[in-house]
């Protein structure tokens, strides 16, 4: 398990994440060319110490967790009616069969009751696969939630897990989308769309639906979180490079109105942290984050 799948109590929606190492930074200006707001992009080092070494463990252990992000998005109360969160995988490790490592990209969401109070939380999220496929992930943790054309558990805990094979490419932009359904409160659904080409997007396809016990709305901010799974390891150089970017998220409104959030790193976690090198560059609109590109790999070869 790693620190963000421990933390998934429904009184643990504000979690208190790793911060990242201090690093030198550059700081680069350029220029929405639509809003004209000056953008501000940061780049500074992920690694934890400073000088990271190869590391060997005793135990043989998966999931690992490697990178972490948090967001923030403006939420009235009880809280949202959708979130969607737009993301880019580079580069990745690709689990093209049961006994092999894959790389986990995913993005945790809170649910409230309709009262505001915190009742569960869950995960989104994509594990690139061979064959230009990605495996969508779409959870719910706790006995709240059910998911009928899916799996009775989260993680191999109490909860609802369903997934969904779709097309996949590298170096593309998608949003993974979490809605309330607007005339059953009780229903999640989950959707994933292709969003490379904003003239052009691909079809909003479908991840199947959690059922929850009573009327939700979802909690405006969490975290994410990048993590090897599968495979068992011991070493940090059995730790595959990935590339990705992580955006903003944002909510439209019952109007067609778009709220946008921030995203922020919280820098590398896991057994291997301190085995692990990496840089980041996140972009800045009046000093909120709204894109953060990064890249890791483990120590040694």
């Known amino acids: ?41 940061d780049a500074s080092v992920l690694d934890k110490v400073s000088d990271p070494k190869f590391e060997m463990k005793k135990e043989f252990t998966s999931p690992n967790g490697l990178f972490g992000v948090k967001y923030s ?22 689990k093209k069969a049961d006994k092999d490592a894959g790389i986990y990209y995913a993005m945790m969401f809170g649910v409230n009751t309709e009262k505001g109070t915190a009742l569960g939380r869950g995960y989104i999220g994509m594990q690139p696969r061979g064959d230009g496929k990605a495996l969508i992930i779409f959870s719910g943790y706790g006995p709240h939630f059910n998911a009928p054309k899916g799996r009775a558990e989260f993680d191999g805990v109490t909860g609802a897990s369903n997934s969904t094979l779709v097309d996949f490419k590298f170096g593309n932009k998608y949003e993974l989308t979490v809605e309330r359904d607007p005339a059953a409160p009780r229903i999640l659904s989950a959707y994933v769309q292709d969003v490379t080409d904003p003239d052009n997007p691909g079809p909003k396809q479908h991840v199947k639906d959690i059922y929850v016990d ?3 709305a979802l909690a405006g901010s969490d975290a994410g979180f990048v993590e090897q799974y599968g495979a068992k390891i011991n070493k940090s150089s059995q730790i595959a490079p990935t590339r990705g970017s992580f955006f903003a998220p944002f909510t439209t409104d019952d109007k067609g109105d778009v709220k946008v959030g921030e995203i922020m790193s919280t820098g590398l976690y ?11 560059h996140i972009v800045k609109e009046q000093g909120i984050g709204k894109e953060l590109e990064f890249s890791l790999q483990g120590v040694g070869s």
């Open 1 to 41: 398990m790693n620190i963000y799948r421990s933390q998934l109590s429904p009184q643990a929606i504000h979690v208190q994440l790793p911060t990242q190492s201090p690093a030198s930074v550059t700081v680069k200006k350029s220029e929405d060319s639509a809003s004209r707001t000056p953008l501000i992009s």
């Open 73 to 94: 998005l403006a939420a009235p109360r009880p809280g949202l009616s959708n979130i969607t969160f737009p993301i880019i995988i580079d580069e990745g490790l690709q």
């Open 214 to 216: 009573q009327n939700v």
């Open 270 to 280: 896991g057994r291997y942290k301190n085995s692990t090198v990496g840089k980041q």
